[in-house]
């Protein structure tokens, strides 16, 4: 009780320099995860002198974590703006990691010297994306909504297969017919638990009259925790179970859905920073230069040659244009589940875990650096960049939910095609008008023969049926004009 203060004085800091550190990291374009890693060491050894080295409670407090993580995700996930991008989606969370564990195992072996195992399990942890570290970038970044839906649906489910692979390579698991079986089972399984309790926890949810509204918001989350425990006690991906129940619910009707979202996007936020500032706490300064090389060699591989590849093998049967596969390429940030993967190994006492656990950490912060810092740059050069692209606002203030409506903010980006067209000329679907245009600071509230211009950024108030029609409109007159559809631009 004595030493009960300070532990929440010294965490109550900690999280409030992390809340202020998102500011800072949205401004600089980087992940805000780098902040926290550096409160974390901060805290560590080398800097405040806290001793932390629990390799098997930092992977139970990690995976917690991540549930967390993808329970967010999967609330938040829009199943209109990831349906288009379903194929390629699947593939790079599915056919990609199994690629990139080949290459970068087999690079490994013969550039590092590690034993067969040893070097697949490198592949393994380095083969799956952070959905946390994309899109602290991706959001300010402007692309497309079928891109994006596939990098965030690729974030959201590659989770799960590269944690089944870094298990049974930790393990010692016997590799034999009967391993791809298991594997397939464990995700299949663990996509249908997510998709049947996300089902029946929607149902539940809309019948129930529970006595507060902050109490949704919990059993909300409680139903994305229930199926992860229901998938693991059966064996299955607990991971996909989470993030397919977290889907499921999100795009349901549910009671007060603006404060769950709220709530879980709150929720995710502290799994985020607790994850970060303990890894970085975890971590040995003195240990990471020395693994700086094999780091960066890792690094190297994946960046240039594995991740590349895998994109090229899972994307092009879905004709995936070469400038959005680039994009792909370079958008697969490293983050925080590789760290945690990496402690999978050093809990078992596997030798040489400690190396590959410091290699990835120095490769996940200089990926982060390397990556961060260009893909926004990146995707101008690549032309992907649209900065009219039509996103949406949450707004506690405005009750949303009676009214099943949501609001678009548009920018109308140099260059445009919207500019100088009238609002009357947008012909956006029923359900669907432009509420509030603000030019040069100043608002005002248009009629039809307002006339659109460059740098206006519009507030589009739709209903849930129209959003979907509205966003296609929109995209539709941004690249065609007014007479997009007679030019056969549907804006898809």
């Not at 203060?5 to 800091?13: D, S, T, Y």
């Not at 974030?155 to 590269?162: C, E, I, T, V, Y």
């Not at 017919?177 to 089902?199: D, E, H, K």
């Not at 982060?368 to 996103?391: D, M, V």
């Amino acid at each position: 009780m004595e030493q009960l203060p300070v532990i929440l004085g010294i965490g109550a800091a900690a999280l409030l320099a992390a809340v202020l550190a998102v500011r800072v990291s949205i401004r600089l374009g980087l992940p805000s995860l780098l902040l926290y890693l550096g409160i974390g060491v901060l805290l560590g050894e080398s800097g405040f002198g806290i001793q932390f080295d629990d390799a098997t409670l930092t992977q139970a407090l990690g995976i917690a974590a991540l549930v967390m993580i993808l329970t967010e995700g999967g609330l938040t996930t829009r199943w209109s703006a990831v349906r288009p991008a379903l194929g390629p989606g699947l593939a790079l969370s599915t056919v990609a990691v199994w690629v990139s564990i080949a290459v970068t195992g087999t690079a490994l072996h013969w550039l590092l010297g590690l034993d067969w195992r040893m070097a697949l399990l490198w592949g393994a942890v380095l083969a799956s994306t952070d959905a946390a570290a994309v899109f602290s970038v991706l959001r300010g970044v402007g692309v497309s909504k079928r891109l994006a839906g596939t990098v965030e649906l690729e974030s959201g489910l590659n989770d799960a297969p590269a944690y089944i692979a870094v298990v049974v390579l930790a393990t010692g698991t016997a590799v034999d017919w009967t391993l791809p079986l298991t594997i397939v089972y464990q995700l299949v399984a663990g996509l249908v638990v997510g998709l049947v309790f996300g089902w029946l926890g929607a149902q539940a949810l809309r019948r129930a009259a529970l006595p507060a509204t902050g109490l949704y918001p919990l059993a909300t989350v409680a139903v994305c925790l229930i199926a992860f425990s229901s998938g693991q006690l059966l064996e299955a991906s607990g991971l996909l179970a989470t993030y397919a129940a977290g889907v499921v619910l999100g795009n349901s009707r549910l009671p007060h859905r603006s404060d769950t979202l709220s709530f879980a996007e709150g929720l995710g936020w502290l799994a985020q920073i607790g994850l970060f500032v303990l890894l970085g706490l975890f971590a040995s300064p003195e240990r990471l230069l020395d693994s700086l090389v094999p780091g960066l060699v890792a690094g190297a591989v994946v960046l240039l040659l594995a991740r590349p590849l895998s994109v090229l093998i899972s994307a092009t049967p879905f004709r995936v244009p070469w400038r959005e596969q680039v994009f792909l390429s370079w958008a697969g940030l490293r983050g925080a589940v590789p760290i945690v993967l990496a402690i999978i190994p050093l809990a078992q006492g596997i030798p040489g875990a400690q190396r590959l656990v410091d290699a990835v950490f120095v490769l996940v912060l200089v990926l982060t650096l390397l990556q961060g810092a260009t893909l926004g740059p990146l995707a101008r050069i690549l032309k992907l960049s649209a900065e009219g692209e039509p996103r949406e606002i949450q707004l506690d203030s405005a009750p949303l939910d009676e009214l099943a409506a949501e609001l678009l903010q548009v920018r109308v980006r140099p260059g445009s095609r919207l500019h100088g067209v009238h609002l009357d000329e947008l012909r956006l679907p029923t359900g669907a008008t432009v509420s509030l245009i603000v030019r040069d600071g100043n608002g005002f509230t248009p009629d039809g023969a307002s006339r659109l211009q460059e740098r206006d950024q519009l507030l589009v108030v739709a209903t849930e049926e129209s959003r979907a029609a509205a966003e296609r409109r929109l995209r539709a007159v941004d690249r065609a004009g007014r007479l997009a559809r007679w030019k056969g631009e549907l804006g898809g």
